[in-house]
């Protein structure tokens, strides 16, 4: 009995294709918004920093200060990275998550600084996702969904390529999907 027969290939990409839908539902809607400028809302709240020491652009002394202020107000850090992000001779501490991003900035006051905290909207939270903004669960599911995608396709393929009435179809099919690829590669 061959492993890859079409009956066991047709379980495999139904399970599939059952198990990723609701990722694969969030990704699509997101991109495809996304793509025409949707992006969700936050709602913003800003906070002066009262500080011992002018702050440096250095992520290693700014994310504990950011994250004493945050504790101070109850607020969870973000589930993301954070990151210097340099404007001019200027610089942020920018550090983004799923449910809220926050940036850290100097001020005219060496010793006051500008903490925005901003929620993200329940749309904005799932657009997060798409962009990788979440903790380290989430990323391994997106991981996990791309290829369980990738299989889907791939057994979607070999089913197709196993039906002889399909195959010049699928031949032509995928030969027209490879030069559509590269010519949009090429004009991008």
């Known amino acids: 009995m061959k492993i890859l ?5 047709m379980k495999v ?4 294709a059952a198990f990723i839908l609701p990722v694969a539902i ?9 793509t025409w ?3 969700g809302a936050y709602e913003t709240v800003v906070y002066n920093l009262d500080l011992e020491n002018p702050i440096d652009g250095e992520v290693s002394a700014l994310v504990p200060l950011v994250t004493e202020a945050l504790a101070q107000q109850k607020i969870e850090t973000p589930s993301g990275g954070a990151k210097i992000k340099r404007i001019g001779q200027s610089f942020r501490l920018e550090w983004t998550g799923s449910k809220k991003d926050i940036v ?7 010793l006051i600084a500008k903490l ?19 903790g380290t ?16 396709l791939v057994t979607g393929f070999m089913m197709a390529w196993q039906t002889p009435k399909l195959r ?7 030969s027209l999907g490879l030069v559509v690829f590269f010519v949009m590669v090429i004009f991008s």
């Open 5 to 9: 027969n079409r009956p066991r290939l």
């Open 13 to 16: 990409h139904t399970v599939l």
């Open 26 to 34: 969030m990704f699509f809607v997101t991109g495809a918004f996304y």
């Open 37 to 39: 400028g949707v992006k």
């Open 104 to 110: 850290l900035e100097p001020t005219k006051n060496p």
């Open 116 to 134: 925005t905290i901003k929620k993200t909207s329940w749309y904005r939270q799932f657009v997060q996702l798409h962009k990788a903004k979440g």
């Open 137 to 152: 669960p989430f990323k391994v599911y997106a991981a996990i969904f791309a290829t369980g995608l990738l299989l889907l």
């Open 168 to 174: 010049k179809l699928t031949l032509l099919s995928a």
